[in-house]
């Protein structure tokens, strides 16, 4: 099952994918009647041009579900989507290198995950942040914190400017000054901040 935006979408025998309305009535297998081995490889999606149907900036989440005939009826769903940003034709996915390379460690890990965190003065249940990082320790933590961040400088009222202003301690950061302007970490913060906005 894919995910795009408001809508789901299921692969079916044929390979194509079509709208779902999420009622067990019309799920349909994607590979009917195949007994899954301790190790599987299949193609979820391969060659499909997102992009030139318009769909460029736009992220998919895709779930993989299985039923087991020890409990006929019930199906098993991954927990967790596999997430896919699909690029625009040509994006060379700078702003992810950039994010790996100069943001994650010396600004992510170092600085905001003291606060930004499940159990930091900016987690979801003390302040009304949309900014929690996982550490360096978790799993996918990379790719989760870079998507939370993409998705706040896009999509968060004013997002761009507040993730360069609020580290400099303006727009009430109770987090104080974390980068300071003219130096290579808040260069290297907004060099990020404009390669996600030109994506």
């Known amino acids: 099952m894919v995910v795009l935006g408001e809508e789901m979408y299921i692969r079916i025998e044929s390979g194509e994918f079509v ?7 019309t799920l349909a297998a994607a590979f009917p009647g195949k007994t899954l081995q301790a190790i599987e490889a ?3 999606l391969e060659d499909v041009p997102f992009g030139a149907v318009g769909l460029a900036g736009a992220s998919l989440f895709i779930y993989l579900a299985y039923d087991s005939v020890a409990t006929a009826g019930e199906l098993y769903y991954s927990g967790t989507p596999l997430s896919l940003e699909i690029a625009a034709e040509g994006a060379t996915g700078t702003s992810y290198q950039l994010f ?8 992510i890990q170092t600085r905001c995950i003291i ?3 499940s159990t930091g003065i900016a987690s979801a249940t003390v302040s009304t942040s ?16 870079y998507n939370i961040l993409v998705n706040y ?3 968060a009222t004013d ?3 507040l993730i360069l ?14 980068l300071v302007e003219g130096t290579d970490e808040f260069e290297a913060f907004e060099a990020f901040v404009n390669a996600v906005l030109s994506e």
């Open 130 to 145: 949309q900014l929690q990082y996982l550490a360096a320790t978790e799993p996918d933590f990379l790719q989760s914190n």
């Open 42 to 44: 299949f193609s979820v």
């Open 153 to 155: 400088i896009r999509n």
């Open 19 to 25: 709208l779902w309305d999420g009622s067990l009535e």
């Open 159 to 161: 997002g761009s400017e």
């Open 100 to 107: 790996t390379d100069n943001i994650s460690t010396p600004i």
């Open 115 to 117: 606060c930004h965190s």
């Open 165 to 178: 202003a609020k580290p400099q301690g303006m727009e009430a950061h109770l987090g104080a000054v974390q």
